[in-house]
C-alpha cells in the first residue's frame, strides 16, 4: 500500500489525517479530500495543475479536491519538511457531506466568507505566515491528532476553522492591509534577486492583479517594487564590492543585471559615487 493511499483510507474512516512529512519529492497525484500544507523547513518546487511555485518555509496553502499537483526537490542536500492536514468537508460540519470544492465550502460553512469577494480563488494562491499565527493552529492540530487528548478531534475542528479563516482572508476585499502578501514578495526578492524577475511575474505565480499588488505593495513598503528591488540589489553590490574582490562586471551578473553598462550608471546614481570609489573608499576604511 502506498503513502497516498494510507492516508486516503485514514481520511475516508476518521475525517481527516495529519502528520509530519519529510519527502523531498512527491509525484504528480490527486486526491478525493482537502489537503491544507504548512511549510516547516526548506524549500521545493510546487506544481499544481500547470502552474510552478517555489515555496519556502512558512509559506502555506490549500489544494482542492481532485486538483493535481507534485513536489520536486531543489536539492538533495537541503532539508524539507511540511506539515500536512488532509480532510474531508464533513469533519467540519456532518451537512457537507455531499460538498466537492472549497468555495461551497466556505460559503455554507460557519466561517461565512462570500466566495464573491476574493480577489482570486483561495485555493490557487501561496501565502506567507508572516506572524506565525498559522504555524501555531497547525502545530496545535498536530500535537492534539498526535496524542489523542480528550475530545481532540473537536479541538482539531476548532483549530482547523480558525486556520481556514486566517487562508481565505488574505484574498478577500475586505480582508487585512496587504502585510502578508508584502512579506511574501520582499522574502521572494531576497531570495531570487539575481534572477531577472519581475512584479508582473510575482503576481502571475501567486494569481494576483498587477494593480491591487501594485498599489499594496508601494503602501507598505513606502516604495514601488521597483525602486525596493534596486535598493536590494545595489546593498548585495556593495556588500560584494567590500568584501570580495569580484569584477565589476561579474557583481553585475550576480546581483541581476546583464549588462554591467549599467549596472554601472545605476549604481553611480543610487550611491553618488562609482563601483571602482565605492570599493576603494570601504576598503581603506576598513584597514
Do not use: W
Not at 38 to 52: I, S
Not at 245 to 270: C, H, M, N, Q, W
Amino acid at each position: 500500500m502506498t503513502h497516498l493511499e494510507r492516508c486516503t483510507n485514514t481520511v475516508l474512516r476518521d475525517g481527516i489525517c495529519l502528520e509530519l512529512c519529510d519527502h523531498k519529492t512527491t509525484p504528480s497525484h490527486h486526491h478525493c479530500f482537502f489537503e491544507l500544507v504548512y511549510v516547516l523547513k526548506g524549500r521545493t518546487l510546487h506544481t499544481l495543475e500547470n502552474k510552478q511555485m517555489m515555496i519556502h518555509e512558512g509559506d502555506y496553502f490549500l489544494i482542492d479536491i481532485n486538483r493535481t499537483h507534485s513536489y520536486d526537490a531543489v536539492s538533495e542536500d537541503e532539508e524539507f519538511s511540511i506539515i500536512n492536514c488532509m480532510f474531508l468537508p464533513q469533519f467540519l460540519d456532518r451537512a457537507l457531506v455531499h460538498t466537492h470544492q472549497f468555495n461551497d465550502l466556505i460559503n455554507n460553512y460557519l466561517i461565512h466568507f462570500n466566495y464573491n469577494n476574493f480577489e482570486s480563488a483561495p485555493t490557487q494562491n501561496i501565502y506567507h505566515d508572516a506572524d506565525k499565527k498559522v504555524l501555531f493552529l497547525m502545530q496545535q492540530m498536530l500535537s492534539e491528532y498526535d496524542e489523542r487528548y480528550k475530545e481532540y478531534m473537536e479541538v482539531i475542528r476548532s483549530y482547523l476553522s480558525a486556520a481556514i479563516i486566517h487562508l481565505v482572508r488574505n484574498v478577500s476585499k475586505s480582508g487585512d492591509d496587504g502585510r502578508d502578501i508584502t512579506h511574501y514578495i520582499k522574502e521572494y526578492v531576497a531570495n531570487n534577486y539575481a534572477q531577472p524577475i519581475t512584479l508582473s511575474g510575482i503576481c502571475k505565480n501567486i494569481n494576483f492583479s498587477l494593480s491591487n499588488i501594485s498599489i499594496i505593495f508601494t503602501k507598505n513598503a513606502g516604495m514601488t517594487f521597483r525602486e525596493y528591488l534596486q535598493n536590494v540589489r545595489m546593498k548585495k553590490a556593495s556588500e560584494m564590492l567590500e568584501k570580495t574582490d569580484k569584477t565589476i562586471a561579474e557583481i553585475a551578473s550576480l546581483v541581476g543585471y546583464s549588462d554591467p553598462a549599467f549596472f554601472y550608471r545605476l549604481f553611480r546614481k543610487t550611491m553618488n559615487m562609482t563601483p571602482q570609489e565605492y570599493r576603494k573608499e570601504h576598503k581603506d576604511s576598513s584597514q
